[in-house]
């Protein structure tokens, strides 16, 4: 925590996120090396440059889920105050595909380990505790990852509900003299708002939930563990992390007068 701080004080970016992105980021040659020596077919070969294909479209879809997003146009009347007027701005409002980030994932796995935990610690053998352990506690059993996969759309619209208030956004908007083109101010704008927020979670939960079960495939399809390092929170991590010192790289920049790396 301390050289984390130490980083966000005097480097760029998040410093424990940092150091969050260089833990996972330094497992994955050997997780990588790994399913090349347990694989059959060419000496592990085929399945190593598999893992890697696999590994860039993942990379590639999370870049794209987390960089989209759905801008609502807000256009803003004059106003005159004194001699001066105020206003007749455009703007948007950006509301993200996957709105939740990776707190879903978080929420669903610590909610499954639940029932696990309570096997663990209870003694002795039992018919509940013996279905917990075959149906809960193993990430790769079908009930497990349905419950999961299930878990994860749900928590992604329980935490976009709670962290987006549609009415308030609206009240803000009505305010200050802001409309949406085609939508009443106040109420029919807050129903637009939660319209359109409610359509963009649903392939955000599912992209979220898909992401999630990759270490699960790879369990089944190449025999790796769950810390296969293209899929999961890891992945999520990793790239977030990266996006966000990307941009704070490229503000810095900016603020210097200098073109910036990004084109």
Same mark, same amino acid.
């Given at each position: 925590?301390?050289? +984390?701080?130490?980083?966000?004080?005097?480097?760029?970016?998040?410093?424990?996120? #940092?150091?969050?992105?260089?833990?996972?980021?330094?497992?994955?040659?050997?997780?990588?090396? %790994?399913?090349?020596?347990?694989?059959?077919?060419?000496?592990?070969?085929?399945?190593?440059?598999?893992?890697?294909?696999?590994?860039?479209? $993942?990379?590639?879809?999370?870049?794209?889920?987390?960089?989209?997003?759905?801008?609502?146009? $807000?256009?803003?009347?004059?106003?005159? #105050?004194?001699?001066?007027?105020?206003?007749?701005?455009?703007?948007?409002?950006?509301?993200?595909?996957?709105?939740?980030?990776?707190?879903?994932?978080?929420?669903?796995?610590?909610?499954?380990?639940?029932?696990?935990?309570?096997?663990?610690?209870?003694?002795?053998?039992?018919?509940?505790?013996?279905?917990?352990?075959?149906?809960? %506690?193993?990430?790769?059993?079908?009930?497990?990852?349905?419950?999961?996969?299930f878990l994860?759309?749900?928590?992604?619209?329980?935490?976009?509900?709670?962290?987006?208030?549609?009415?308030?956004?609206?009240?803000?908007?009505?305010?200050?003299?802001?409309?949406?083109?085609?939508?009443?101010? +106040?109420?029919?704008? %807050?129903?637009?708002?939660?319209?359109?927020?409610?359509?963009?979670?649903?392939?955000?939960?599912?992209?979220?939930?898909?992401?999630a079960l990759?270490?699960?495939?790879?369990? %089944?399809?190449?025999?790796?563990?769950?810390?296969?390092?293209?899929? +999961?929170?890891? #992945?999520?991590?990793?790239?977030? $992390?990266?996006?966000?010192?990307?941009?704070?790289?490229?503000?810095?920049?900016?603020?210097?007068?200098?073109?910036?790396?990004?084109r």
């Amino acid at each position: 925590m301390w050289l +984390g701080e130490l980083i966000t004080d005097r480097g760029i970016g998040n410093g424990m996120s #940092i150091l969050m992105f260089i833990s996972i980021a330094a497992t994955f040659p050997s997780a990588l090396w %790994a399913i090349k020596t347990q694989g059959s077919l060419a000496g592990g070969w085929i399945e190593f440059g598999t893992v890697i294909v696999v590994g860039l479209v $993942v990379i590639g879809l999370v870049v794209f889920v987390e960089q989209a997003q759905r801008r609502i146009p $807000v256009q803003y009347a004059k106003r005159m #105050i004194g001699r001066r007027s105020y206003g007749g701005t455009s703007t948007y409002i950006p509301l993200k595909v996957n709105q939740a980030g990776i707190i879903p994932v978080i929420f669903a796995s610590s909610l499954l380990y639940i029932p696990a935990l309570v096997a663990q610690f209870a003694g002795g053998s039992s018919g509940w505790k013996t279905w917990i352990e075959k149906n809960l %506690a193993l990430p790769d059993a079908p009930m497990h990852i349905v419950l999961y996969f299930f878990l994860i759309i749900f928590f992604a619209f329980f935490y976009v509900a709670i962290s987006f208030n549609p009415e308030e956004v609206a009240d803000n908007m009505k305010k200050y003299g802001g409309f949406i083109p085609g939508i009443r101010a +106040g109420r029919p704008t %807050a129903e637009y708002l939660s319209y359109v927020l409610n359509r963009i979670t649903w392939p955000g939960s599912l992209y979220l939930g898909l992401i999630a079960l990759v270490p699960t495939m790879a369990l %089944a399809g190449f025999g790796a563990n769950q810390n296969f390092p293209f899929g +999961g929170t890891s #992945i999520l991590i990793i790239v977030g $992390v990266g996006l966000e010192t990307v941009k704070q790289i490229e503000s810095q920049l900016q603020q210097r007068n200098y073109e910036g790396f990004l084109r």
